[in-house]
């Protein structure tokens, strides 16, 4: 897989190309877990190009693989991190980067009678958001949160794949706290069976997100592997009402 980007490089020329964008798995598609040294490849093929590597980490960042960063996890260190969601624990919209320092340097080179980086949002550094931003971090620290999610991940994934024998399933993938369960489609079409279920999921208690047939469960720190059982257990029973009911 690696090599689609030699081939990127060679096509478009590296002096073309500024960077390269990855999510350390990619969450919104459905849990898609890197093959192991994948990212560790990446970082070589941008060392030896002069790309830079930039990770989403909006679903990795702020604890899900039991560390602050997938790259701290993965032992992969990229030149740029953005993140946002956890980081407010969603109660507040906040989002950032993270820059390695002689690409801060590089923008903080300007005249000095300019903002060094000017952007124009309107919420740019909002004092509530921020706030929330600092008790979210207070929280991880004084609860041990990650530690918390190190110990529940091997009951998640355990459990989770304990629904392999679930009608209709095609795989179940898990990294950290987050899983993927793909269902085999209906014959009318992608999607439907995944929308179905994850309506049938909500209305027994239990909130996923559906992309295609995969329903994506990506449970919160504090869960207890009883809270999670009863997530996995409360989705047998959506798949199985939505592998019986037509269309
Ligand atoms: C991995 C990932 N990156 C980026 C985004 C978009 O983030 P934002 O809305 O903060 O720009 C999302 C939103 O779901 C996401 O899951």
Redesign the pocket.
């Known amino acids: 897989m690696a090599n689609e980007l030699e081939r990127l490089i060679s096509l478009h020329d590296a002096s073309n190309i500024a960077a390269v964008v990855i999510?350390p798995f990619a969450?919104?598609t459905g849990v898609l877990v890197p093959p192991v040294g994948y990212l560790q490849r990446l970082r070589e093929i941008c060392d030896r190009h002069g790309l830079l590597l930039i990770f989403?980490e909006?679903?990795t960042g702020f604890g899900r693989l039991g560390a602050m960063f997938a790259a701290q996890a993965l032992g992969v260190v990229p030149d740029m991190i953005?993140f946002?969601?956890t980081i407010s624990n969603g109660a507040a919209p906040l989002?950032g980067v993270i820059l390695r320092r002689e690409i801060q340097e590089a923008v903080m080179q300007g005249p000095s009678h300019l903002s060094e980086l000017m952007h124009g949002y309107t919420s740019s550094g909002h004092p509530l958001a921020c706030a929330a931003g600092l008790a979210m971090l207070q929280v991880i620290e004084e609860e041990d949160l990650l530690q918390r999610v190190r110990e529940l991940m091997p009951h998640f994934q355990e459990i989770v794949h304990g629904l392999s024998d679930a009608p209709g399933i095609v795989s179940i993938r898990n990294f950290g706290l987050a899983a993927g369960i793909e269902l085999a489609p209906d014959p009318e079409g992608i999607g439907r069976r995944g929308a179905r279920t994850q309506a049938a999921a909500f209305a027994r208690g239990i909130l996923t997100r559906a992309p295609g047939d995969t329903l994506v469960l990506a449970p919160p720190f504090i869960s207890t592997p009883q809270d999670v059982q009863r997530m996995a257990d409360a989705l047998r029973h959506a798949i199985q009402d939505t592998s019986n009911t037509p269309p």
Do not use: C, H, M, T
């Open positions: 999510e969450g919104s989403d909006v679903i953005v946002a969601k989002g």
